[in-house]
């Protein structure tokens, strides 16, 4: 039987719950509360589960991959928002050019790593 999925939706954890929410919200996330210690985090039809939980091991090992259609215009946005100076911790890379596309990492205030990518060609 072949899938047919609607979406798919990561838990992601947090050191600091609020300023985690704070954070995704000022990166252009819109908010859905689910729970005193959880919510969902959208953008167009993506979304990822923020929890009020905090696992070092899980968290410093937890990356996400966010496909985006130019890097360049995503990292210039970033630096313009002024999110890196806001929130302690944050820190993001220049733009890496592979044999496969371009990304910049992005690492939120509990240390998520998050990759921002653009493919030269369409996955498959």
């Given at each position: 039987?072949?899938?047919?999925?609607k979406s798919i939706r990561p838990f992601i954890g947090s050191k600091d719950y609020?300023?985690?929410?704070?954070?995704?919200?000022?990166?252009?996330?819109?908010?859905?509360?689910?729970?005193?210690?959880?919510?969902?985090?959208?953008?167009?039809?993506?979304?990822?589960?923020?929890?009020?939980?905090?696992?070092?091991?899980?968290?410093?090992?937890?990356?996400?991959?966010?496909?985006?259609?130019?890097?360049?215009?995503?990292?210039?946005?970033?630096?313009?928002?002024?999110?890196?100076?806001?929130?302690?911790?944050?820190?993001?890379?220049?733009?890496?050019?592979?044999?496969?596309?371009?990304?910049?990492?992005?690492?939120?205030?509990?240390?998520?790593?998050?990759?921002?990518?653009?493919?030269?060609?369409?996955?498959?």
């Open positions: 039987m072949k899938l047919k999925p609020n300023l985690s929410r704070e954070f995704y919200r000022d990166l252009g996330f819109d908010e859905f509360v689910i729970s005193h210690n959880m919510s969902v985090f959208k953008t167009g039809e993506f979304s990822f589960y923020l929890q009020d939980y905090y696992a070092k091991d899980w968290v410093d090992n937890t990356m996400v991959f966010l496909e985006v259609d130019n890097v360049q215009h995503h990292l210039q946005h970033l630096k313009q928002s002024r999110l890196i100076e806001k929130y302690e911790n944050v820190r993001c890379s220049d733009i890496v050019y592979n044999d496969w596309g371009n990304e910049f990492f992005l690492h939120d205030p509990s240390g998520i790593l998050w990759h921002f990518g653009e493919f030269k060609t369409e996955v498959k």
